[in-house]
């Protein structure tokens, strides 16, 4: 049992109260503390621990016989509880297929996810892994070879994409991996520049066989834990991991594929695109809404249809910047996991949104932060 200890005041009287945070399912009792209050501030500190969503089991009269007090050191200068131990995944299949020997998938079907009116071109690819033992889990990335040679008149060289399909497959069937591409894009010496990989992959039909490698990654694993709280901050193509994660929480048929993950904790999806018909998966996330208004929360940016508080665009950071009291609350909980994926350029924002909320609050983001990574509770990958 491990003790936190409160200020001792003026006041004479010592109060204990008995809480439970959430806590992994992996150590199921080690969330029970104590902790010795005044009498005189009990009732702010009963308040702020329910607002932070722990569960008070008791209070009773006087010091409990495991409980000393001591003076509460500033937020800031708290040391860090002991992180739970970051898990190794040492099961997770990597690298099954180098670049040397790909896998030759095929694929089953590629449309655009955009609606009337977006901004660029973003396909889901869906290709058929039968036949091989390609095999992977929510969060990692494959490799994609293109078709053709580089400019050097070599293979081209591999590009990675996040996969947006549970280990199950969109179909539930195993053996297919889904993809949601972007087509880069871009302007050079006045001349307009279509990304290989990504335009090969928009442009690849029904049927043509496509070289991939991987499985690779484990940064950006789902915990095992039914009870997690898992916040996701994504841009655009960002969205992959994330809908994978969601189908493997609220997909009816995913939830009966996986009798040891029934989500129970809460899923909060913060959502960055330029405008609505860019919002991608929407009809998914829509039906978990819907399913599991308790479970999932879906905060959106749209960056050129919303305005911030100062009146600029609508960008992700605002909206981590508009709820960074409920997302403090929910960091303070081992159990929360907090994923990051898109665009390289998301991260300064994110950080200076929570830089801003840490320092609010007592705390400094830059000791925080890798204080939740090294623990296995923050996860970014962008590109
Ligand atoms: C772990 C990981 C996961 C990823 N997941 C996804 C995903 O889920 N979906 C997705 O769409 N992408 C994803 N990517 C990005 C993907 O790997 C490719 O980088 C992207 O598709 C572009 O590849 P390409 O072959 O089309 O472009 P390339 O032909 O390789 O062109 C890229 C190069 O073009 C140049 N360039 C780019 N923009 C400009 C510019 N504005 N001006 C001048 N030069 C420029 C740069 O030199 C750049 O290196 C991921 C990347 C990583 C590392």
Redesign the pocket.
Known sequence: MHVLSAASSGSSQIMTITLQEFSGSSVPAAGIRRLAVPLSQLQSTYARLLRSGVRILGVSNGLSSTAAVKPEPSPAARPARKAPAKPAHGDVPVNLYKPKAPFVGKVISNGSLLKEGAIGRVNHVTMDLSGGDLRYVEGQ?IGII?DGLADNGKPHKI????I?STRHGDNLAGHTVS??????Q???DGEL???????FLCDVPPGAPVRITGPV?KEMLLPDDEDANVIMLATG??I?PMRAYLRRMFDPGERAKNPHYAFRGKAWLFMGVPTTPNLLYEEEFQSYLSAYPDNFRYTKAISREQKNGEGGRMYIQHRVAEHADEIFDLIKLDATHLYMCGLRGMEPGIDEAMATAAADRGLEWKTLRPQLKKAGRWHV?T?
């Open positions: 990335s293109p590009r990675l994409y996040s947006a993809l949601c591409v972007r087509q880069l871009y302007e050079k520049v279509n990304g290989v990989c990504s335009t990654g193509t960002g992959a990958e590109y």
